[in-house]
């Protein structure tokens, strides 16, 4: 059964750079035609895409977070990873990694438990 | 760009059947079929009820359905249990930048 798992700091500061990991269990990254993806829900409010990325590298961004965004993977972990930087308090959310039902990143049927982060100084 | 526009709320007794509105635009709802929709209960990560438009996940109830109509799509739940209540939102590939849209959120609550 695959699983995946967010970890990271739960407090970032303004400013500074918001990083988390995904880590995937029961299946690998390198052998799958998926695009693994990052998803965020503030408190109490909706869902937004933040971006996607392939085992090769190739990414999908959300253009309101392009500039601030930077994704990796790690073949050799089964991980992949996000940073956000210069965050502000807009971007406490709880971050979710997540692999969409098919070769198209556009729907996700696997989902992290989620990691809330907060920006606080 | 704008996510996807949805009711605030929607209720219904128990056994009755409510239908939950996602509206966009042709540029995405409307233009292609790759609307999805998910559930999420407090303090849990989504779940897909729904994917490309009307296609139920293994698992998931037939008694959630999905469909659409120009610039609209819909989920409807039938027979409504308490276990449905929660939060539902709606998703769809758009031909912008943006790739995936999505919906505000709806509250459903069985009365």
């Known amino acids: 059964q695959l699983q995946l798992q967010e970890s990271g700091p739960g407090l970032v500061k303004p400013s500074e750079t918001l990083s988390l990991i995904c880590s995937v269990s029961g299946g690998s990254i390198s052998r799958s035609s998926y695009y693994w993806g990052w998803i965020r829900q503030p408190p109490g409010k909706g869902l937004e895409w933040i971006g996607s990325i392939y085992y090769t590298g190739s990414t999908y961004d959300n253009p309101s977070l392009k500039s601030r965004l930077t994704m990796s993977v790690d073949t050799s972990k089964n991980q992949f990873s996000l940073k956000l930087s210069s965050v502000t308090a807009a971007d406490t959310a709880v971050y979710y990694c997540?692999?969409?039902?098919?070769?198209?990143?556009?729907?996700?049927?696997?989902w992290g438990q989620g990691t809330l982060v907060t920006v606080s100084s | 760009q704008s996510a996807l526009t949805q009711p605030a709320s929607v209720s219904g007794s128990p056994g009755q059947s409510i239908t939950i509105s996602c509206t966009g635009t042709s540029s995405d709802v409307g233009g292609y079929n790759y609307v999805s929709w998910y559930q999420q209960h407090p303090g849990k990560a989504p779940k897909l009820m729904i994917y490309e438009v009307s296609n139920r996940p293994s698992g998931v109830s037939n008694r959630f359905s999905g469909s659409k109509s120009g610039n609209t799509a819909s989920l409807t739940i039938s027979g409504l249990q308490a276990e449905d209540e929660g939060d539902y939102y709606c998703?769809?590939?758009?031909?912008?930048?943006?790739?995936?849209?999505f919906g505000g959120g709806t509250k459903v609550t069985v009365l």
């Open positions: 997540a692999r969409p039902r098919t070769g198209t990143p556009y729907y996700f049927d696997y």
């Open positions: 998703s769809s590939y758009t031909s912008s930048s943006t790739l995936v849209l």
